[in-house]
T-cell receptor, first 113, second 116 residues
Framework: GAGVSQSPSNKVTEKGKDVELRCDPISGHTALYWYRQSLGQGLEFLIYFQGNSAPDKSGLPSDRFSAERTGGSVSTLTIQRTQQEDSAVYLC???????????FGPGTRLLVL | AQSVTQLGSHVSVSEGALVLLRCNYSSSVPPYLFWYVQYPNQGLQLLLKYTSAATLVKGINGFEAEFKKSETSFHLTKPSAHMSDAAEYFC??????????????FGTGTRLTIIP
């Protein structure tokens, strides 16, 4: 389909390992967002890209979290030295641009053991 | 800072009855407001959004919401509930004035159960 896709759909990892989560936005969408959905915190904003630059990284919980976007398309969210509290569903969304409707992907369910 | 409060983490209604999900917002500037629905094991889907064009907004699946500035509310309604409406519903706000601050701030969600 033509929606936002994310991979993997599920990821189980051991505490201390690094993980990479991938988001493929809708073709042509210039804005890309990462959110985290967890039982304790609800839905939280992590980071936002306009093109390849990230004007707003205010939601990244710690310096273990980083994200990049290349070619104005695919984005990767990396979590280094994972902790159990990182367990959550990581959602990606994209939009045509500023203040346009955000379309969400199905999410990556991360479990840190 | 903007915030959203959803009253009632769980709401149950009978099939065919009125659905009312409450959302109140706090924003220092005129907001954009959204309702998203999340079905089990699926991503978020936009139901409707308010962008200051009309205070009564109609969305998909028969849902609508009314923006009331005086009450800082954006409640979601549907006249007649259907079994397929069972899902979790999220209200969200975005600051439409401040360029570069396009993140959505979500409420904690309301899980809607439909009683046959």
């Amino acid at each position: 389909g033509a929606g936002v896709s994310q991979s993997p759909s599920n990821k189980v990892t051991e505490k201390g390992k690094d993980v990479e989560l991938r988001c493929d936005p809708i073709s042509g969408h210039t804005a890309l967002y990462w959110y985290r959905q967890s039982l304790g915190q609800g839905l939280e904003f992590l980071i936002y890209f306009q093109g390849n630059s990230a004007p707003d990284k205010s939601g990244l919980p710690s310096d273990r979290f980083s994200a990049e976007r290349t070619g104005g398309s695919v984005s990767t969210l990396t979590i280094q030295r994972t902790q159990q509290e990182d367990s959550a569903v990581y959602l990606c969304a994209s939009s045509w641009g500023v203040l346009e409707t955000q379309y969400f992907g199905p999410g990556t369910r991360l479990l840190v053991l | 800072a903007q915030s959203v409060t959803q009253l009632g983490s769980h709401v149950s209604v009978s099939e065919g009855a009125l659905v009312l999900l409450r959302c109140n917002y706090s924003s220092s500037v005129p907001p954009y407001l959204f309702w998203y629905v999340q079905y089990p094991n699926q991503g978020l889907q936009l139901l409707l959004k308010y962008t200051s064009a009309a205070t009564l907004v109609k969305g998909i699946n028969g849902f609508e919401a009314e923006f009331k500035k005086s009450e800082t509310s954006f409640h979601l309604t549907k006249p007649s509930a259907h079994m397929s409406d069972a899902a979790e519903y999220f209200c969200a706000v975005s600051d439409k004035v401040r360029f570069g601050n396009e993140k959505l701030t979500f409420g904690t969600g309301t899980r809607l159960t439909i009683i046959p």
